[in-house]
């Protein structure tokens, strides 16, 4: 990104490679994920100043093990290894790895062994994160040991020149408890980055960026009320002011959330909005439809249509502007072009561009969702909606497991507010990462009032994330999950037992659709 200093990061396929990413811009550096293919001219170009080879499934010594080019220890900048990044590296350079007789996964205690910049100002014994069954046998030429465990003798290494070091820990997981004071080291000490990644910097560089691109073009947005959008409406408009009109589609939304999205937007912060009544519409084209990925399809198609309608009557529009983030991006791209590997569509992740022959303007598709919430406030955005739990693209469709009618639709919508207005009551709301209602496509008997009710199923889902990339459940307190599901009983028709979800992601998803 044009004015910050950058670390990139090549991604073996390991699933922490977007926490090291985010573990680095902690360090106030910003960090890119690439391919682990990445051909060198790219990172020579975005100018980075230092490369971190990711953690990774394979065996180095597989016919099929995904190898970077060796190249990258010729680039001029510090390269650091961590798990098979650093088994990838000893391979390259000559060194050997083979099947450990112990694996090691869990807790380790670490002994550093000899003075190493990566390790300054850490104790010579440190708790870490193991997760391999290889392990390096012998060391390239020209490198020695720095760290050890009581099982893998080479768990920290180096050049003799202190430009390539791996470890076979993993410094970005909350269970190597001063590991990110160790990328810190990488990324500060050795590749001599000031720190200049900050969130004050990006909205002067993004407004300045925003403003040079879109000239006096116009700009739409389709706004959603949840904060990617809405973050992206306040830095979008803050750049070019009335050249930005921002389109609300009201589709499958929550209680009360359209007559909110229209007095913050419209009416605080000025900004050109035009709202459109489509609910009906949704439920009409979604009528009998049961598969979730179907659904999903139905109404990305038909947000497009009304969208493009809306778009229609506004004129000199050149851009559309979106919110989407950095991980949208990665997850939206299969892993190894295998689209076998796409767990879901995102909706706010191309199709519109290309029916509409707009150019697309996505500011906030460097950020990470901590980011974007810092964003929204420093851009005077209210907690409400800078706090606001994700919400999915498709609306209550997706938790509604089967066929969406006006009817389940509203019981749902009703149960959800209940779970929102307790756990805000119960000062959990902000606290958590989701918590709300999912309609299940089964009755229970139950008795109310001595008579017999055969009727409908909530299930509660809250989790805790950082990032929505792993989750788990939340110990919510028996006397919040009893007020809840009473309130739920008592007051939506047509719901006689609620149910609470206690699985984690993975092996599940957030949502259940």
Known sequence: MKGFESIAILDFGSQYSQLIARRIRQCNVYSRIYPYNIDLEVLKSDGVMGVILSGGPCSVYSPSAPLCDKKIFDLGVPVLGICYGLQATVKLLGGEVARSVAREYGHAELEVTSDNPLFDGLDKNLKVWMSHGDKVLSLPEGFCT???????????????????????????????????????????????????????????????????????????????????????????????????????????????????????????????????????????KLAGVADPETKRKIIGREFVGVFQDAAKQIEGVSFLAQGTTYPDVIESVPIGGNPSSLIKSHHNVGGLPEKMHLKLLEPLSRLFKDEVREVGRQLGLPEEIVMRQPFPGPGLAVRILGPVSPESLALLREADWVVVDEMKKAGLYYSVWQSFAVLLPVKTVGVMGDERTYENVIALRVVESVDGMTADWVRVPYEVLGRISSRIINEVDGVNRVVFDLTSKPPGTIEWE
């Open 146 to 284: 720095v760290a050890c465990t009581a099982n893998t003798e080479n768990a920290a290494v180096t050049n003799k020149e202190g430009t390539i070091f791996g470890i076979q820990f993993h410094p970005e997981v909350v269970h190597t408890p001063r590991g990110v004071e160790l990328l810190r080291n990488f990324c500060r000490t050795i590749c001599g980055c000031k720190g200049n990644w900050r969130m004050e910097s990006f909205i002067e560089n993004a407004v300045e960026e925003t403003r040079d691109r879109v000239g006096d073009a116009g700009v739409v947005l389709g706004l959603s009320g949840g904060v990617d959008s809405s973050v992206a409406a306040a830095l979008v408009h803050k750049a070019i002011g009335d050249k930005l009109t921002c389109i609300f589609v009201d589709t499958l939304m929550r209680k009360g959330e359209g007559a909110r999205v229209r007095e913050v937007f419209e009416r605080n912060f000025r900004i050109n909005l035009k709202y459109v009544s489509a609910e009906g519409h949704f439920i009409e």
